[in-house]
């Protein structure tokens, strides 16, 4: 069973600060999704990353897939009370129709 | 545009019960997904379909049954519910595959009692 761990599962922090989440797998990904959700909601993509090394900017949040892509992180700077939520990253092997799902990292920015 | 709309919202169900939660989606997509979600936990796969008449079995299937007759719906049957069925369940659809971004619909919040 291909894992991918995500960590830390649940962060709190202050309005302004800076935070990173990480998802690790032994598998090699040819893509991997971050996903937000929201309570009562489903998850909804923020970004897809493919090529190993590739950077990727959504205003405050920088994605990043390792080179080896076999991990990817999640960077968010300055951090807003509207960035509260779950964040769920997917990876996808060639061979599968199935996206194997991170356990989610919870994150609460306090005003 | 609806994207993927599923019903009921919530449900409360008595042990041994029966029920199918419907999913629909409105954008041709080949791929459907359903998942459920424990509290605090991520997605874990259901089953899943790559289109109609084709469905497939994801890491927890036992105690659930699908079917695709159609492009745009992909209903998820439980059979003699179970409190360990207790979840919220999230239907899924993609153009093509696990490449491809995933749309959800809003959940089914499903209590077993």
């Known amino acids: 069973t291909q894992l991918l761990e995500q960590s830390p599962q649940f962060l709190s922090i202050q309005e302004g600060e800076n935070l990173t989440v990480y998802c690790n797998s032994s598998?090699?990904?040819?893509?991997l999704q971050w996903y937000r959700q929201e309570p009562g909601e489903g998850p909804v993509l923020l970004v897809t990353v493919v090529t190993g090394g590739e950077v990727k900017k959504l205003k405050r949040l920088t994605f990043q897939f390792g080179d080896a892509r076999k991990d990817s992180s999640l960077h968010i700077t300055a951090a807003q009370p509207g960035d509260t939520g779950l964040y769920l990253c997917?990876?996808?092997?060639?061979?599968?129709?199935?996206?194997?799902w991170g356990a989610g990292t919870k994150l609460i920015i306090k005003p | 545009n609806a994207g993927v709309t599923q019903t009921p919202k919530f449900r409360i169900l008595k042990i041994g019960q029966s029920m199918t939660l419907q999913c629909a989606q409105d954008m041709n997509h080949n791929y459907m997904y359903w998942y459920r979600q424990d509290p605090g936990m991520g997605l874990k796969l259901i089953y899943y379909?790559?289109?109609?008449?084709?469905?497939d079995k994801g890491e927890v299937p036992n105690g659930y049954n699908v079917s695709r007759s159609t492009t745009e719906d992909f209903p998820l049957r439980l059979e003699l519910a179970a409190p360990s069925q207790t979840s919220v369940y999230f239907c899924?659809?993609?153009?093509?595959?696990?490449?491809?971004?995933?749309?959800f619909g809003q959940g089914t919040r499903l209590t077993v009692v």
């Open positions: 997917a990876g996808a092997e060639d061979s599968n129709y199935q996206l194997i």
């Open positions: 379909s790559v289109g109609a008449g084709i469905t």
């Open positions: 899924a659809s993609s153009y093509f595959g696990a490449n491809t971004e995933a749309f």
């Open positions: 598998s090699v990904f040819s893509s």
